[in-house]
């Protein structure tokens, strides 16, 4: 197996943009994380009032359930770097769709509420967490997308490339040969 230097220097900037998406998942976990202590602690009232409430609408409730499943879902884009780039692409379209959708629900029941409703700052602190979270997820989408166009592939686990002999396979093999014909098993460096 020859060594290309343009197919090695590639994959790095693929790994190198592989790490970025690592890093971009765990700033949307986090975000998530704290929309959901500030919607605990701040935004839902001791009597279970939400304060981006004008109507029938829970945009709390709603807030939960969109933190909780993009926290379940970043975990899972972590290990979807373990599969090809549409793996991690899909979980991206997902989030971006999901984080637009309550930014702009989370920011229209913001600026319906009342001047004297108690607690402005934390719900604007929320409304900016979501739109930087689908921004890290839209970021997460077109370098995923790239990732799909150079067909960058991750590593196999488990199975590394030995320089001399190939694969792991080819090299016990030849180990093998080496020991039944009686030599030491040592390769000539």
């Known amino acids: 197996m020859a060594y290309d230097p343009v197919a090695a220097a590639a994959h790095a900037r693929g790994n ?6 690592v890093f971009l998942a765990l700033v949307v976990l986090a975000f998530a994380i704290a929309i959901l202590i500030i919607l605990t602690d701040h935004v839902v009232g001791t009597d279970g009032t939400c304060y981006f409430d004008t109507n029938s609408v829970n945009v709390c409730r709603y807030g939960f359930a969109v933190c909780i ?4 879902a970043s975990i899972i884009m972590l290990f979807a ?20 959708a309550y930014a702009i629900t989370a920011s229209v029941y913001n600026n319906a509420v009342a001047d004297g409703t108690p607690e402005g700052h934390y719900r604007s602190t929320v409304v900016g967490l979501s739109w930087a979270s689908f921004a890290c997820e839209l970021a997460i989408l077109v370098l995923a ?21 190939g694969r792991y396979a080819e090299f ?9 014909a009686g030599h030491s098993g040592g390769a000539a460096i």
């Open 16 to 21: 190198r943009i592989a790490e970025v998406i």
């Open 69 to 72: 499943i993009s926290f379940l």
């Open 81 to 100: 770097l373990c599969r090809p780039p549409v793996a991690i692409g899909g979980m991206a379209a997902f989030g971006t769709i999901w984080w637009l």
């Open 145 to 165: 997308a790239h990732l799909y166009r150079v067909a960058w592939q991750p590593e196999e686990l488990g199975s590394a490339p030995v320089e001399e002999y």
């Open 172 to 180: 016990k093999a030849r180990a093998e040969e080496e020991a039944a």
